[in-house]
């Protein structure tokens, strides 16, 4: 019976070729991607200085791109909220940097504290909103890079729930 603690490697792996990579310039897989907005999550030397509050819309500024990628940062004050939506072709990586979002789908209801992170395919239909009594701050990854955001009808009135602007492209 084989387990991991059966695994041994012979001899010297760097000798291996074929499983020694280059290093990327630019992530290319959804565990690339991760990797990038957790490494820009724990740096806050490269986001935290930018963020801003506004009352009447949420906040957001592009903080990165590459080649076909893109990196947002977004503020939330309480009550703000995306509106049901869509990502059109775009997969995504969303992580909650600060406080406290609710994500909405027609599965369910989730909160999503500091650190938490969501992959989702493209035509992910969600809705997130900032429901707690402090700001929240979100990075997003958008690959390739976001160029629509379809707006949904909620379906039910837990969706509808939320309130304050969407904003064009740049959102959850």
């Not at 500091?114 to 009594?133: I, K, S, T």
């Amino acid at each position: 019976m084989n387990s991991d603690s059966d695994l041994q490697i012979a001899g010297d792996i760097l000798e291996v070729p074929h499983l020694l990579q280059a290093p990327r310039e630019h992530p290319a897989t959804v565990a690339e991607f991760v990797g990038l907005a957790r490494s820009i999550a724990a740096d806050r030397s490269q986001w935290e200085h930018l963020v801003r509050y506004d009352a009447t819309t949420r906040w957001y500024h592009r903080l990165r791109t590459g080649p076909g990628y893109e990196v947002w940062l977004l503020s939330w004050v309480p009550g703000q909220g995306s509106g049901l939506h869509d990502h059109g072709r775009s997969s995504g990586v969303l992580t909650v940097l600060e406080g406290t979002l609710t994500e909405r789908t027609e599965r369910g209801t989730r909160a999503l504290g500091a650190g938490a992170e969501r992959v989702f395919a493209p035509r992910y239909a969600h809705e997130v909103v900032n429901d707690a009594l402090e700001p929240a701050v979100s990075l997003h990854v958008y690959y390739p890079a976001l160029t629509e955001m379809p707006m949904h009808e909620p379906r039910c009135s837990a969706a509808a729930t939320a309130n304050g602007p969407v904003d064009a492209v740049a959102t959850a």
